[in-house]
């Protein structure tokens, strides 16, 4: 699977919106970029994946650069409940149903967001 | 949310004993993970289910086993636990491989 970095921590102001970059020079054709977020004390929190289009859902938007090295996620409106700790994870998602292949998530350290009022 | 619970949330036992952490998912999803979390090392894989009975190891499975009898159910087992097996376990569902759903986690301290 493809390394990631992000950066460790950012700000963003309650109401702005939040944009967290992810790098991922090396991804192949076939690996996913996935967002989760782990809010203090909790189990990490799936939030949207996209290959190659951008995406979006209830939560947030992803934009993946043409070349794919690199994504965004878009929190549009941050509220002071989106402090969290976000990782941008790339991974394959292969193999046929039963395959022993499940994609494992490898997470790295992510970015710490916080919100502030 | 997914129907996804751990237990117990919180553990505290002695070097040496066994230990057994339960992932119950009410979902039916086919595939099951059992993470753990460490300051520094953010989550590792330790064992993880394609479906019942049918399990396979992590990136940390040492001193670890898992069980799958049902498809609600995913145990892990420590044997003979050791400090360095104090951390946060969660356990995560997924149906379709692409999206992963995570328990609220068992704190577990060895003494």
């Known amino acids: 699977d493809a390394k990631t970095t992000q950066p460790p921590s950012m700000d963003c102001a309650e109401g702005r919106a939040a944009n967290l970059p992810c790098n991922h020079s090396t991804i192949s054709g076939n690996e996913y970029v996935y967002w989760y977020r782990q809010i203090h004390s909790q189990g990490p929190q799936y939030i949207i994946h996209?290959?190659?289009n951008n995406e979006t859902n209830e939560m947030a938007s992803l934009i993946i650069t043409e070349d794919r090295k690199s994504s965004t996620l878009i929190l549009p409106h941050a509220t002071l409940r989106d402090t969290a700790v976000y990782y941008c994870?790339?991974?394959?998602?292969?193999?046929?149903?039963?395959?022993?292949?499940?994609?494992?998530?490898?997470f790295g350290q992510g970015t710490t967001l916080q919100v502030k009022p | 949310d997914a129907g996804i619970t751990q237990s117990p949330r919180h553990k505290v036992t002695e070097t040496g004993t066994p230990v057994t952490l339960r992932c119950h998912q009410t979902?039916?999803?086919?595939?099951m993970y059992w993470y753990r979390q460490d300051p520094g090392h953010g989550l590792r894989l330790i064992h993880y289910?394609?479906?019942?009975?049918?399990?396979d190891k992590g990136e940390v499975s040492d001193g670890y086993s898992v069980s799958r009898s049902k498809t609600e159910d995913f145990l892990l087992t420590l044997e003979s636990a050791t400090s360095s097996q104090t951390s946060v376990y969660f356990c995560?569902?997924?149906?379709?491989?692409?999206?992963?759903?995570f328990g609220p986690g068992t704190r577990l301290t060895v003494t």
């Open positions: 996209g290959l190659k």
């Open positions: 979902e039916n999803h086919r595939y």
């Open positions: 289910s394609y479906g019942v009975k049918d399990t």
């Open positions: 994870i790339v991974r394959v998602a292969t193999g046929g149903w039963g395959s022993s292949n499940t994609g494992k998530l490898i």
């Open positions: 995560a569902i997924s149906e379709n491989r692409y999206e992963q759903y």
